[in-house]
């Protein structure tokens, strides 16, 4: 053991600990989730500290030895070790302090191991050295954006990959007819690739609300230090710093015009949240269509068949159920408690900082991992495999009284509202009633609903 000390008093470490005092304070203080800092959030706190010692180092600031070491030991973080010294949970009071300072422990650490010490000797120092010329109020929610950044890169390419598959069914069942429905009664006729292709254009939106919102999330508050008076950090770092973190993450990022307002508001994540949950709602909706839609097989609509995915029941012997619409949906709920929980938290701050980023970036992160998942997971177990029984979409569509509508401009809506009731209350088709009521043969009335549905319905 080796015992380490801070302005609260001593505490005992393991020898072969990188983090230190404060982490250690931090993960007894903090027993929130049981779980760990998303692994893109490491990574996005360690290449914020190598940004930061090579531009102190082009300032002038760091000595060459310190920065090298210090850049040495966050590409071996970076390249997939000590990723278990990082052991704080992603929800913690200070703003995000404790993560901010576990990533200058386990570097400071690694670093002086590197100059030949010990860990413990802090021949690079976790504050004066790692942390030179930031504060956690300007790196944590940078590191938060960054994260946010390849998060949502890969929920859109989730949701790229979903339209495409709702645009294959659109184009293989542009032609089969089938009954629409309102309000979950008959309506009119149409085709089953108007209703996949009608999917695809509401998702496509949502797309494009996300990469709106996301284009807020390049403007970063780093060099604002404390609360965006940029204290402690020098010309040279500040004229520098931003670019050089943004060639090493390949993004383009900016420094905030107004850094207090930067530091004050993080209601970029709100937004970019927002659009997330729009997204979530639109996928639930159609999964919920799915759901209906497959719903039998004997007592339901049975239009689609969806892929068998395990048995529905423990009591119900070959019982089917739709679990991957409904494990989309529940995702959706999951998401939309997140929204919730990141606007409560962006309003919550007050004067020069938000104490509550850790929680808002905790939902968010979750939000757009479940959501990709979802994504894919629709799109493979489902979406691909969905096929049409286009011979039960005709019967249902013919036994309805959807195609009254196609007969009301040759014969009048009372007429045809007419024709309707007495279909329902004899349980009949509509075109057999049409034969008894009208004096013309069922190969004209035929003729007449079939060239409004062609004429009509559009691909």
């Not at 995915?309 to 408690?337: C, D, Y």
């Amino acid at each position: 053991m080796r015992t380490e000390f801070d302005s609260i008093g001593s505490v005992n470490l393991p020898d072969d600990a990188y983090y230190g005092v404060q982490s250690l304070r931090a993960k007894e203080n903090f027993p929130m989730t049981g779980r760990l800092m998303h692994p893109y959030m490491v990574d996005s706190l360690v290449v914020i500290k190598k940004a930061s010692a090579m531009a102190n180092q082009r300032a002038g600031m760091l000595k060459p030895e310190i920065a090298t070491a210090i850049i040495r030991a966050c590409d071996e973080i970076l390249g997939g070790k000590l990723r278990d010294q990082f052991v704080v949970d992603p929800i913690q009071g200070g703003a995000g302090t404790s993560a901010n300072m576990n990533a200058n422990e386990v570097i400071a650490n690694r670093a002086t191991e590197i100059l030949g010490g010990k860990k413990g000797d802090a021949l690079v120092h976790p504050n004066d050295h790692v942390n030179m010329a930031q504060s956690t109020n300007d790196v944590f929610p940078s590191a938060g954006k960054l994260t946010a950044l390849r998060l949502t890169s890969e929920l859109l390419d989730a949701v790229d990959k979903l339209i495409a598959s709702l645009e294959r069914k659109a184009v293989e069942y542009a032609h089969v007819l089938k009954l629409g429905r309102t309000q979950l009664q008959d309506a009119v006729p149409m085709y089953l690739g108007q209703e996949f292709k009608a999917h695809a254009n509401a998702l496509r939106r949502c797309s494009m609300r996300i990469f709106r919102s996301r284009n807020e999330l390049f403007e970063l508050n780093l060099g604002a230090t404390a609360i965006g008076t940029s204290i402690n950090a020098s010309r040279g770092y500040l004229d520098c710093v931003v670019d050089i973190l943004a060639d090493l993450v390949g993004q383009p990022l900016k420094a905030a015009d107004d850094m207090i307002d930067a530091t004050q508001n993080p209601d970029s994540f709100s937004a970019i949240s927002a659009s997330i949950k729009n997204c979530a709602l639109v996928m639930s909706k159609i999964a919920n269509d799915m759901r209906l839609l497959s719903s039998g097989p004997c007592g339901g609509i049975e239009e689609l068949i969806l892929p068998a995915r395990q048995h529905g029941s423990s009591i119900m012997p070959g019982k089917i159920n739709p679990v991957i619409p409904e494990v989309v949906t529940q995702a959706a709920f999951l998401v939309a408690g997140n929204d919730v929980t990141i606007s409560m938290a962006v309003e919550a701050g007050q004067l020069e900082l938000n104490a509550f980023e850790p929680v808002m970036f905790y939902c968010l992160f979750e939000s757009l991992q479940v959501l990709t998942n979802a994504a894919d997971t629709f799109r493979l177990r489902c979406i691909d495999g969905i096929i049409a029984d286009e011979e039960h979409c005709s019967k249902l569509l013919m036994q309805s009284t959807a195609i009254a509508t196609a007969l009301c401009p040759a014969i009048g809506y009372e007429k045809a509202t007419s024709i309707v009731k007495k279909a329902l209350k004899d349980h009949r088709t509509v075109v057999d009633v049409a034969l008894e009521e009208l004096s013309m043969p069922k190969e004209a009335i035929e003729k007449i609903v079939n060239d409004c549905l062609l004429e009509n319905l559009h691909e």
